[in-house]
Each structure stands twice: as C-alpha cells, then as structure tokens.
C-alpha cells in the first residue's frame, strides 16, 4: 500500500568563485583556499537571487570557499549556517594543488567510471575517496536536515564535485552522468525535493532538466549567477572545486 512521504525542498548551490578557482590549481582538502573578490561578489548576487524564497536554513560545508558563501547569503537573509563535514568536497589528497591540466584528465576518468560504468568503488588516486563514499556522506547530511522537519525550503552550499556526482545519481528523474554533462558554475543553483528516500530535480541551474521533474514549481529566478570565466577548468565536472 502506497504511503505520502513528507517532502522537504532543498536548494543546492555551488560556492563562489575561490582563489584556486582563478588560479587553475585542483584543491578538495580542509581547510581550502578562500573566494576571490569575483566570488565573493557572486555570493553577493546568489544571496539576492534566493531573496524571497522563504528559506529557513543554510547548511553548508566547512571548507573555507563554501563557509565564506554562506556566510555573505547568512548575513543577507537574516539566517543561521550550519556546518557539516558531511558537505566537503571530493578528497583526493594525492592531487592537492596540482594544475588543473594534469588533476583533470585523471579525474575525467573516474568519472567516468562513477558515473557510466557504475563503479562507485573506484577511487581518483591512492588515499582518495570512493565515490560509494561521497554518496554516503550526503545521504547522511540529507537525514539529518530531514528529521529538522523544516517547513520552508533548506539552501544547501557545497561543492562543484561532489554536487555533480551525488545529486544526480540519487534523483530519481536524472541520468548518473548529469553532473557530467550539466557541470556547475560557481554560485549555480540546483532545485529539488527530498521525501527521505530520493531526491527530485525541479531545476538544474537555469533549466529544468525535463517535463517530468516539475513535480514542484522552482522557487528561484531561471536566471542563475555565473563565473567570471567559463573557459576556466575550475567550471569542469570533478575539478575537486
């Protein structure tokens, strides 16, 4: 017999612009370099943008880049941040402030193996996290944010990597290979709802990603905070950004 799960709107949203972001240089560990004055001015915007969309918490991960982003929109709208490990990026300590040209290629390839082949076990690089490990990692924050019981939308600030791998493999309306395809600017928002099981996607960034994901009217504006650089590799799918 089929039950009515409560359902809990959720917007993710990738952090501003960061220092290693301008400089091309791959980076996933604590504590992180800090926005560049593009980014913090993109989360200046993002927090305009969410403005008026009734939102009741922020939770965003640690690292300094999404702290900083969350902070800016915190302060804008009037609301607390909650810091949750849970929310960091992909670990790839071996590739830790490498240039993008050479992190990126071996990336790409455990992207695709996450994301096409179905090899969640895989790992980027030795002493690095599976991407088993990531989904896992989210699911978890997404529990607790869930058992908030929070009756207006929940802004989630993280990171480009993780978001693009662990949103579209547990939305039940998304391919696994979205991310891939659909990578995220800085600041760009993701729109969907959580039943406590499996998530669904309103919106990708400025577009739904099909007739059948509007199960809920998006709450933000179709347009969608970009970076200042969209050549950039720090724009690409598991820059560790």
């Given at each position: 017999m089929?039950t009515n799960?409560?359902?809990?709107?959720?917007i993710?949203?990738?952090?501003?612009?960061?220092?290693?972001n301008?400089l091309?240089q791959?980076?996933?560990l604590p504590?992180g370099a800090?926005?560049?004055a593009a980014?913090?001015?993109?989360s200046?915007?993002l927090?305009?943008?969410l403005n008026?969309?009734g939102?009741?918490?922020?939770?965003?991960?640690?690292?300094?880049r999404?702290?900083d982003?969350?902070h800016?929109i915190?302060?804008?709208?009037?609301?607390p941040?909650?810091?949750?490990d849970d929310?960091?990026?992909?670990?790839?300590p071996?590739?830790?402030?490498e240039?993008s040209?050479?992190?990126?290629?071996?990336?790409?390839?455990?992207w695709?193996?996450?994301?096409?082949?179905g090899?969640l076990t895989?790992?980027p690089?030795?002493?690095?996290e599976?991407g088993?490990?990531v989904?896992a990692?989210l699911?978890?924050?997404l529990d607790?944010?869930y058992a908030?019981?929070?009756a207006?939308?929940v802004l989630?600030?993280g990171h480009?990597?993780?978001l693009q791998?662990t949103?579209?493999?547990?939305?039940?309306?998304?391919p696994?290979?979205?991310g891939?395809?659909?990578?995220m600017?800085n600041?760009?928002?993701?729109e969907?709802?959580?039943?406590?099981?499996?998530?669904?996607c309103?919106r990708?960034?400025?577009?739904p990603?099909?007739a059948e994901a509007?199960?809920?009217?998006?709450?933000t504006p179709?347009?969608?905070v970009?970076g200042?650089d969209?050549?950039?590799a720090?724009f690409?799918?598991?820059?560790?950004?």
């Amino acid at each position: 017999m089929a039950t009515n799960r409560r359902v809990q709107r959720l917007i993710f949203a990738r952090h501003g612009e960061s220092e290693t972001n301008h400089l091309n240089q791959f980076s996933t560990l604590p504590p992180g370099a800090p926005l560049s004055a593009a980014g913090h001015l993109q989360s200046i915007e993002l927090s305009k943008q969410l403005n008026g969309c009734g939102i009741e918490r922020i939770f965003a991960s640690p690292l300094q880049r999404a702290a900083d982003t969350a902070h800016v929109i915190g302060q804008a709208l009037d609301l607390p941040v909650e810091y949750h490990d849970d929310l960091a990026e992909i670990r790839v300590p071996p590739l830790e402030g490498e240039p993008s040209s050479i992190a990126m290629p071996i990336m790409d390839r455990v992207w695709d193996q996450w994301t096409r082949q179905g090899q969640l076990t895989a790992t980027p690089a030795p002493q690095s996290e599976r991407g088993l490990d990531v989904l896992a990692r989210l699911r978890s924050c997404l529990d607790h944010i869930y058992a908030g019981e929070f009756a207006g939308p929940v802004l989630v600030v993280g990171h480009g990597g993780m978001l693009q791998l662990t949103v579209p493999v547990l939305s039940v309306n998304l391919p696994d290979d979205h991310g891939q395809l659909n990578w995220m600017r800085n600041c760009q928002t993701v729109e969907t709802t959580w039943d406590g099981a499996a998530l669904t996607c309103v919106r990708w960034g400025e577009e739904p990603p099909g007739a059948e994901a509007r199960s809920a009217a998006p709450l933000t504006p179709a347009h969608t905070v970009h970076g200042t650089d969209d050549r950039s590799a720090s724009f690409r799918p598991g820059t560790g950004e």
